[in-house]
Each structure stands twice: as C-alpha cells, then as structure tokens.
C-alpha cells in the first residue's frame, strides 16, 4: 500500500476514531492500557457474546498512532470469532516485530507494516491490541 494512503487512512481514524466514548454496561469487559514512556493512556470496553465480539469501545489520551491504530483495531475485530480475533493479533504482532505475517488476514490494520522503522512507536501501535489480548486471553473460543 503507498505510503501517503496509509497515512490518509491513520489521520482519517485519528480524526474521526470508530467507537470512541465509554458506556454504562456491565455487561462490557473493562481493561484500562498505558504506555509508561508517553502519554497513551485508554480505557477498553469489550462485549463479547457466544464467543463472538459484539462490541468495542475506547475513550482516554493517546497519540495519533495510539489513538488511530486503536480505531482500526475496532474496525477489525467487531463482528469476529475470538478465535479469529486471536489469530488477527497474532499476525499483527509478529507484522510489527518484522516476522512473517498473513497481510490479507490484517485488512486496514496492515497500514501499520511501516512502523518498526521507528522502534519507538511500537508500543503506541500495540496498546490497544494488548489490551484485547488480555480481555479475549479471559474469554474461551
């Protein structure tokens, strides 16, 4: 994907992010990610039913990086198995530590390919899908 398209779609989801804003549901599972070496601090919302992701949202202060890879990572995820969504987590961490990965199975968050060229945005890139990391890692298949 050219370089200026990637970086038209990370400001479109910096700009307008997807879901952003928390709710009162108990039936969400709550994790709240902070990068200790900057400002991204996020709250995460997951609902998951029969094993599939009905719903994420976010709200906090984060980075463009954080904050759009954040939205794409929703765009992604909502609507799939968890055991999709584990494997989407997989390829998208081993594409940011420059391993092999599925690129057709990452869809829009494969706009991220770039970012190990500046190892100190990793952790920006990561935040959120650590997060998810930690609510579907709770929940079975």
């Given at each position: ?64 990086i954080c904050t759009s890879a954040t939205s794409v990572m929703i765009s992604t995820l909502i609507g799939k198995s968890v055991s999709d969504a584990k494997e989407i987590l997989r390829n998208y961490e081993y594409m940011i530590d420059e391993k ?42």
């Amino acid at each position: 994907m050219d370089s200026n398209l990637k970086r038209t779609i990370i400001l479109e989801h910096y700009q307008n992010p997807k879901n952003k804003g928390l709710i009162n549901d108990d039936s969400y599972i709550n994790v709240n990610m902070n990068n200790e070496s900057c400002i991204d601090e996020i709250n995460l919302m997951v609902k998951i039913e029969d094993g599939i992701i009905k719903d994420i949202r976010f709200d906090g202060e984060a980075c463009a990086i954080c904050t759009s890879a954040t939205s794409v990572m929703i765009s992604t995820l909502i609507g799939k198995s968890v055991s999709d969504a584990k494997e989407i987590l997989r390829n998208y961490e081993y594409m940011i530590d420059e391993k092999d990965y599925n690129e057709e199975l990452l869809e829009e968050a494969s706009i991220y390919s770039d970012i190990a060229k500046q190892p100190n945005r990793k952790k920006c890139a990561l935040l959120a899908w650590w997060g998810i990391k930690k609510v579907i890692g709770e929940n079975k298949d």
